[in-house]
């Protein structure tokens, strides 16, 4: 049914679950999987932070975040069989590089994890998943914490 299950991580306790998920799926389904981690290179740093990251000392940090969060599920994967890709890329919006990777993988399923933000926290920090549902023409499977 499904034969390209995308999956974005952030290396939070929901994502693993989306991973664990997207591993049951893809073994009763023998699909593809490919795991993406999104890097903001321009992110809109200090809400919610007590500094301001500098551009370089930003993304020195999000790459080493981004790498750890992937090899974390590439080893998921494959500790349960599962053959995964793995990338970490770059977009302005997380979810905008959610939706281009998953539309240049072809994949035909997107598995991801909301933490079920709300109210203020919603406003302020924004949803990558409402996004993604919002944008995407593809069936997206939440996995909620």
């Not at 389904?29 to 903001?40: L, Q």
């Not at 990338?87 to 909301?114: C, K, P, T």
């Not at 709300?118 to 914490?145: C, F, I, W, Y």
Request: charge should be negative.
């Amino acid at each position: 049914m499904f034969k390209h299950i995308l999956v974005p991580v952030d290396g939070s306790s929901t994502s693993q679950l989306a991973v664990e998920k997207a591993i049951t799926l893809a073994k009763a389904f023998d699909s593809r999987v490919s795991a993406i981690f999104v890097i903001d290179p321009y992110p809109f740093t200090g809400v919610g932070t007590d500094f301001a990251y500098g551009q370089a000392e930003y993304l020195s940090a999000a790459t080493a975040e981004a790498n750890a969060a992937i090899k974390a599920t590439k080893i998921a994967f494959e500790q349960a069989g599962v053959k995964v890709d793995t990338s970490v890329i770059e977009s302005h919006a997380a979810w905008r590089g959610v939706i281009d990777a998953a539309e240049s993988l072809q994949a035909d399923l997107i598995v991801m994890g909301s933490h079920g933000r709300s109210g203020l926290e919603k406003l302020v920090l924004g949803s990558v998943t409402q996004a993604v549902l919002s944008h995407t023409r593809l069936p997206v499977l939440v996995v909620r914490d």
